[in-house]
């Protein structure tokens, strides 16, 4: 989408944003005074109708009255914040109020109360400062007030008043507008902008009108390719707040190989890493003495050298040198990757299919035959050293031969089209039970180090480093997610991951600097009865930014809604069964459903009408016979078939939705109606 087209589009948006910024001393306003009316009536319809029709003017006055409470409270002014919270909760459904009640009266300490009010009279100055410039469209003045913006929001982040750190953020995204700004727009900026008063907002859990709109403007900005750059001069330097500890060298880490026979016994931050082995990466072989390879490009050939029967060529001659034992149990096999001075041990887990075997939950012939034999395979090589005196085992979760490489995308069966699962290596600190994602800054006792593998993938680079860090929260409703992964913005910050689930905290530590979802786990049961699906990032993902000090809530979870294309003729509609996947609150994506697919119900409706009616409900197959109609077309096991619907009405435009009412992992899913 080209600039000059978001310039068409958005005048009547930043009118309503600009209207939303209500000016202060609401607590007294015409809107008050007819609520106090209303209040000694007990009129709560008539409460509710009037906060409606003057929201922008509520939330100002629900936060000045939480402030002078905050200073010294009294009946009256607990009798109308109390009146207040509960015609917002009926009107809205959310905590804002509460939130913003607890703030001032708990959670604002004393040390902070001053520089808090330094900070809000500083902004008022500069509002006054921008209307002006705004009102001219002066860009010179705009860029340097909105940079100034953005600064003062991460200060009042950094004494916990989101609701005033947004106010901020919204005003540095407008100063960058091209509305403004014309052809000297930044709209990265302005996209980061409304990204953190998205953010912000949502922490306060006030999704109002002006939350909305931003919202809207946020996600077309991003699907326009304005998402958010590495950010320049963030707190604490280059790197997220990174520099070499003072006097710091780097040290070899030394580790010595040790084999990981079971792949349950460590939680690892992998969508596979479990005995469900049917849904691991395969090496695919055909008759005897074919041969076929691992997806890693270093790694050795498997040969097929009998009918169940397999080795490992490790010198590369076609034949094999490492029998692979098949018994149809999961069982280790170590080689020697590499010649000479880059020789490391290595190894992986290796089993076959039985004739009875299970496939989604159907029965299902996964036994090697005359003509083919797929090996499933799982990672099961480690180096484990010390590191400030700590135990470290690095762990090459993602199969390719190195230890502490970067993160590999697969485009797994189950996954939508342009979608990726994640495979990273993963680290265990001390004696835990839970691994880490493999980070170039790892945290190990009380300080950070940077860990670079070298070229030949035999050792790691120890270096002690100087961080800045905040904290990431995580906010999952709903669900049991084993691991949620986030990584750093920017092609520099990458290679920074970070579990934010962390061992069941819920919360982690990670340098200051911008940070977006990369992967996760959801999940329900064990062995062969367990149900998971893989998280993944939409595509017009948010970015999280941490400030020193700060902490960032990830909201993630229930509700869930589901996200799906159709298309249409004039008698019929068929939905893509292929792009289903579920959407959380966060705009997080649910794919690779094991055991759990979405069989849901496709209502229509006439455009233009507000009713509709279930037509079918859509299934994906459910046996070995089912896709072999299908032609083995594995997506008909991982997604539910879209065959063609008949229109009741021929030849008039159809609307869809899609709904399941109770599915085996996420319960009720609702789509919202879709036009094509």
């Known amino acids: 989408m080209s600039p000059s087209h978001l310039r068409r589009v958005f005048p009547l948006f930043l009118a309503l944003v600009l209207c939303a910024s209500a000016p202060r001393a609401q607590q007294n306003s015409p809107f008050m005074d007819e609520f106090r009316k209303l209040m000694l009536i007990k009129a709560d319809e008539e409460m509710a109708v009037l906060m409606r029709k003057n929201e922008a003017t509520a939330v100002v006055a629900i936060v000045e009255i939480c402030e002078v409470i905050g200073n010294g409270s009294s009946d009256q002014l607990e009798a109308e914040i109390d009146a207040l919270g509960k015609v917002w909760k009926k009107v809205y459904g959310s905590k804002f109020v509460e939130i913003q009640y607890n703030f001032f009266s708990v ?18 100055g500069l509002r006054k400062e921008f209307d002006g410039a705004e009102k001219a469209k002066d ?10 913006f953005n600064s003062m929001g991460d200060e009042l982040g950094e004494v916990n008043d989101a609701y005033m750190a947004a106010q901020c953020y919204r005003t540095y995204a407008v100063c960058y507008e091209d509305t403004l700004n014309g052809d000297r727009a930044d709209l990265r900026k302005a996209c980061e902008g409304w990204g953190l008063f998205l953010q912000a907002r949502e922490s306060v859990d006030l999704k109002d009108s002006a939350y909305n709109a931003a919202k809207v403007r946020f996600e077309t900005l991003v699907a326009g390719g304005y998402s958010t750059p590495e950010v320049e001069g963030e707190a604490g330097g280059e790197a997220g707040g990174v520099a070499p500890a003072a006097g710091a060298a780097a040290t070899p880490f030394a580790g010595v190989f040790q084999l990981v026979s079971d792949i349950e016994a460590i939680q690892r931050p992998s969508y596979t890493a479990d005995t ?14 074919s041969s076929g390879k691992f997806a890693g490009e270093d790694l050795p050939l498997l040969v097929r050298t009998g009918a169940n029967k397999a080795a490992v060529d490790v010198d590369g001659d076609g034949k094999g040198d490492v029998d692979i034992p098949l018994s149809g149990k999961i069982t280790p096999v170590q080689v ?3 010649k000479g001075g880059n020789q490391r041990d290595w190894a992986f887990l290796a089993c076959i299919g039985q004739q009875q075997d299970t496939y989604q939950g159907f029965k299902f012939n996964l036994a090697p035959d005359e003509n083919r034999m797929p090996i499933y395979v799982a990672p099961a090589g480690s180096l484990v050293g010390t590191i400030n005196g700590v135990r470290v085992q690095v762990i090459d979760d993602n199969l390719d031969g190195y230890y502490g490489s970067e993160a590999k995308g697969w485009a797994y069966s189950g996954c939508r089209d342009g979608f990726f699962q994640q495979d990273v290596d993963s680290v265990v600190v001390g004696e835990s039970k839970v691994a880490q994602p493999w980070s170039r800054l790892q945290k190990i006792g009380e300080a950070w180090f940077e860990l670079v593998p070298n070229e030949a993938g035999t050792d790691i680079l120890v270096t002690p480093a100087a961080v800045q860090s905040g904290t990431l929260q995580l906010d999952m409703k709903g669900l049991n997610a084993p691991w949620v992964l986030v990584r750093g913005v920017g092609e520099e910050k990458k290679d920074l991951v970070f579990d934010l689930v962390n061992g069941g905290t819920n919360k982690v530590e990670v340098p200051a600097g911008t940070y977006e979802l990369f992967a996760g786990l959801v999940s329900s049961g064990k062995k062969a009865q367990m149900m998971k699906s893989l998280i993944l990032p939409a595509k017009n993902a948010r970015t999280y930014k941490v400030a020193a000090g700060a902490t960032t809530k990830i909201e993630l979870g229930t509700p869930f809604a589901i996200d799906f294309a159709f298309g249409q003729d004039d008698n019929a509609v068929t939905i893509d069964g292929p792009s289903l996947a579920v959407v959380g609150r966060g705009g997080e994506t649910y794919q690779r459903m094991w055991n759990c697919v979405l069989a849901p119900e496709v209502n229509l409706r006439k455009a233009g009408q507000s009713k509709g009616r279930k037509e079918k409900r ?26 063609p619907i008949d229109k009741p009405m021929p030849g008039e435009k159809f609307e869809a939705q899609l709904f399941e009412k109770k599915n085996k992992l996420f319960g009720k899913i609702e789509s919202d109606w879709k036009a094509n």
Do not use: C, M
Not at 139 to 148: C, M, N
Not at 624 to 632: I, P, R
């Open 107 to 124: 959670d604002l300490r004393p040390e902070f109360k001053k520089h808090r009010r330094e900070l809000i009279d500083r902004y008022i």
């Open 139 to 148: 860009p010179s003045k705009l860029a340097p007030l909105g940079d100034t």
């Open 276 to 289: 469900n082995f049917q849904i691991w990466p395969t090496v695919e072989l055909g008759k005897i003495d």
């Open 336 to 338: 020697k990757l590499g």
């Open 618 to 643: 859509l299934v994906p197959v459910g046996s070995q016979e089912d896709l072999e109609v299908h032609k083995y077309d594995f997506k008909t096991a991982w997604f539910p078939i879209g065959e």
